[in-house]
Every structure is written in structure tokens, then in C-alpha cells.
């Protein structure tokens, strides 16, 4: 047997008498199970877990009491038996997310990834078309850094279009600098399970679309380059921001939502004595 | 070892549709029983079966209804339906089959040449 891992501490600083119980250790468990889900989850489906979940610990505790070990190493090894609450809740989570109602789309590549996609084709699409606006309009009055416009233009080869002061040059920039982290933001929150694996998939997809658009409209360089600008920024940019999205988001989720209370009756029966046989 | 639980990841389904074949049972039941059957060489972390269960139960591949007892938490219990079962015969065809090609190419035989 595999030596029972050391009693977590509380948040609150320091073990509590609670944590020292085994139904303590197993009510603690189960805490930190369903706490990252509230707001996600139905109600009705965390209770459901909760109350398999602490079903199935007591199961195992009785098992390792029976084999002699103490109450509270039992209620220990039971917690490591049944897995780390995170890794368990996330592929609940991710059980529970892919049989949820979705369109064509999200039914082809998972809704995650439509979601993921929904938030950074917008995105994309926003800076494609501002930039084929600036292309085919291009300022009158271009910004050259004192340079003359023929100077410039061995910086800012055509058909890039020279920056400016005009809404869409703005817009433009904006959007290529703004566009990943606030798509990022979105997908994080919108998407509750690997919303960063979500976000990778699809960006890196993108990322090769628009490298393919660039190199037809583009000379080679600067539709090369563009593609480096999504791979060096847009990518972790948005892959960053997702994740920091999702932990805030999990972290309010938990403020806001109390530990839920086991929903179907029979729920506030007292668990089985640990020294019950199996 | 990866590649071991990686096989034991893919094949679930038909683990617990298998279990769930010889009448109904409850989460730690059916956990227990994949362990006791395979004589320990399938263990694993016993919170990755509830994901397995939903998805199922999401499919119509087995139903659940809670059973009460007298001082207990109340339990999940767990049954197959017509279309688990059906199911359950494609995983285990599928299996063999499987299972028999491996063994030839780990032969280094053909069925040919065995019959030779």
C-alpha cells in the first residue's frame, strides 16, 4: 500500500479538528470537489457527485478498515484512491460539457472548440477586414516618420497600407493588439473545461489560414511575417489570457456559490461507522 | 505505466458495460469488481469512473436510480439497458478481433501460415 499523503492544511491557516475525522478528511475532499464546479454544473448534478462521491469514499474507507488500518489513515487512503479532486472534477466537468445541447458546428469540433473558434474568428476576421480596408482605401495623408513616402515604403512594403491617423488604421491596431487577450478573456470564461486547449487548437488553425489568405495577397516576406505575428502574439496572448480568464472565473464561481447541500432525501442520513465491514 | 493506462482509458466503456452485464451495481461495486476480475492488473483512480458513468448514462447505455439503506449515504445504482448490451457485444467483437490480430503480428505468423 502506497503511505497515506500528508493532511492538506486548511486555508483558514492551519488543521482544524474537522480535517482530523475521517468523515473530516472525506467531507473536506468533497468540498474541493464541487466548489470549482458551482456555477457550472447544475445544481442537481453536483449534488449528484457529491453524494456518489462520498458513497464510494466511505465504500473504500470501510474496505481499508477492515484490513486493519485506523480510522483516519483509512478515510486518508480512500481520498488518495479515489484520485486528486481537481483532476477529477475537470474530467467530470469534461464529461458532463460534451453531452451538453450544441449546433452543427460545436457537434462536428466539440463545443469547446466552437466556442474557442466563435470568440477568435471574430477576431480574426475583424483584422482581416479592417486590413483589406486600409489596403483597398488607403490614406490620403499617410504617417511616414519623417521619411518620404518611397523611404517608407521600404519599411512598409505594398500593399501593406502606411500607418496613419484614420478610424480604420486605428481600429486596425487596435484590434491586432487588443483582439487575442480580450479573445482570449472571452473563451476563458465562456469555455469551462481546457478552455486553453480550446484556444490552442483553434489559433493555431487560424494562424495557418491566415498565413495561406497572407501568402495569396501578400508578398512571401509579409505574408510570412504575418503568420510570425500570430505565432509569436495573438497565440500566447490569447492562450494567456484565457487561462488567467478561467482562474478568475472558477475562483468567483466558488466565492459566490456555497458548497451545495445533497439535494435528493435521504441525503442527511449519517454515514456508516469506518469499523463496518464492506 | 502511460501506455497501460492509456489502454485502460480506451477500453472503459466496455469494462464497465461488462461489469454491468451480470446485473446492477453501484459505483464502488463496479470499481472493485474490474479490479478483483483482472486480479489487480487493471487498477486505477476510481474518481475516473464517474465520468465514465455519465457519458454512458448520457448515451442510454445504462440507466441509475438511487437505492437507499438504513444508515448509509443513499447509492447510485447502475443497470444496462437493451442498448448497452448491444453495445457491449460490438466492444467485445471488436476486442477479439483486435486482440487476435496483435497476437499473429506478435507471432510473426499469419493465419495462413499457422494453418500451413
Known sequence: MVPPPPTP?????????DTLTPSGIIEQYLDRLCAPLAGVLPPAERCRLREETGGHLESLARAYTHEGREPVEAARLAVEKFGECGAVGEDFLEAWFAH????????????????????????????????????????????TFGLSVAQARQIVPEPLPLPDLSPASLALAVVALVGPPAAGWAAGTWVPVRPVRAVLRVQVLLT????????????LREGILLGVFQVVYWLPAGAGAAHLAAALTRRRRQRWHEAPTPAESGSGAAPAAMGAAP | MAEEKGLLRNNATTLVLAVLKDGARHGYDIAREVERRSEDTLTFKHGTLYP???????????????????????????????????????????????ARAMNRVIAGRSSGEQAA
Open chain 1, 9 to 17: 492544511e486548511r486555508e483558514a491557516g492551519g488543521a482544524s479538528c
Open chain 1, 100 to 143: 451538453q445541447p450544441r449546433g452543427a458546428l460545436a457537434q462536428r469540433i466539440g463545443l469547446a472548440n466552437a466556442r474557442a473558434l466563435t470568440c477568435f474568428g471574430a477576431a480574426n476576421l475583424t483584422a482581416a477586414l479592417l486590413l483589406l480596408v486600409r489596403v483597398c482605401w488607403p490614406s490620403a495623408e499617410p504617417y
Open chain 1, 208 to 219: 495557418l489560414y491566415t498565413f495561406a489568405l497572407g501568402a495569396q495577397l501578400l508578398p
Open chain 2, 52 to 98: 465514465v458513468l455519465h457519458s454512458l448514462e448520457k448515451d442510454g447505455l445504462i440507466v441509475s436510480e438511487w437505492e437507499r439503506a438504513d444508515g448509509e449515504r443513499p447509492r447510485r445504482v447502475y443497470r444496462l439497458t437493451d442498448r448497452g448490451r448491444a453495445e457491449l457485444e460490438r466492444c467485445v467483437a471488436t476486442w477479439r478481433t483486435f
